[in-house]
């Protein structure tokens, strides 16, 4: 069973950055696919992007796309996602996840497409 711990959340101004990490404890992470996700109260878990296992093509949502930053340092079983430029729609719980089924290339995906997940890190944006 691979364990996820997300880290980095806050409270930061609409303008600001954050930086989120997954750390994760398999020995088969440069073999999977990370992910991360948000979830505002009262709505749907919404898929941020995603990374392939080499880190060779990556996937954003169209409300992120040009401000967040999603990589991965294989070498510490650590993936990232960089905030920019961050608005106060980008306050929820994120969370990062992880699937073992490798993909060609990075789409939208949903939940059910991955195997385990972090325990969530509160980002506030304040305006």
């Known amino acids: 069973q691979v364990q996820l711990v997300d880290s980095g959340g806050g409270l930061v101004q609409a303008g600001g950055s954050l930086r989120l990490s997954c750390a994760t404890s398999g020995r088969t992470f440069y073999y999977n696919v990370m992910g991360w996700f948000r979830q505002a109260p009262g709505k749907e878990r919404e898929f941020v992007g995603g990374?392939?296992?080499?880190?060779?093509?990556?996937y954003y949502a169209d409300s992120v796309k040009g401000r967040f930053t999603i990589s991965r340092d294989n070498a510490k079983n650590t993936v990232y996602l960089q905030m920019n430029s961050l608005k106060p729609e980008d306050t929820a719980v994120y969370y990062c996840?992880?699937?073992?089924?490798?993909?060609?290339?990075?789409?939208?995906?949903?939940?059910?497409?991955?195997?385990?997940w972090g325990q969530g890190t509160q980002v506030t944006v304040s305006s």
């Open positions: 990374i392939t296992s080499s880190g060779g093509s990556t």
């Open positions: 996840a992880t699937r073992r089924t490798p993909v060609r290339d990075m789409g939208v995906m949903s939940p059910t497409d991955f195997d385990s």
